[in-house]
């Protein structure tokens, strides 16, 4: 079963996902502040993006397929995507 993790200093909620993806478990989710790249377009928090790397690589050994990504507003996913 899938719970919230915490990693880096940051709760990341572990979010179950209704879509029509059939492999798609769910997505862990983080908010962070909003930050602006040199062309002013929106990036995550630097370090909630290194906790997300991480969480994606712990989730890798333990046999799932994990995908980090970042949406505006300062969220983080890490998306779950089935075992490996």
Not at 36 to 49: A, F, K, R, T, V
Not at 57 to 69: C, D, Q, V, Y
């Amino acid at each position: 079963m899938m719970t919230n993790r915490r990693v880096k200093g940051y709760t990341f909620e572990y979010v179950k996902d209704d879509s029509n993806h059939p492999d798609e478990l769910g997505y862990y989710q983080c908010r962070g502040g909003t930050f602006y790249d040199d062309d002013h377009d929106q990036i995550p928090e630097p370090g909630l993006w290194r906790a997300a790397l991480a969480l994606a690589s712990e989730l890798r050994e333990e046999g799932f397929e994990a995908e980090p990504e970042y949406s505006e507003k300062g969220w983080v996913e890490v998306y779950v995507l089935g075992k490996q």
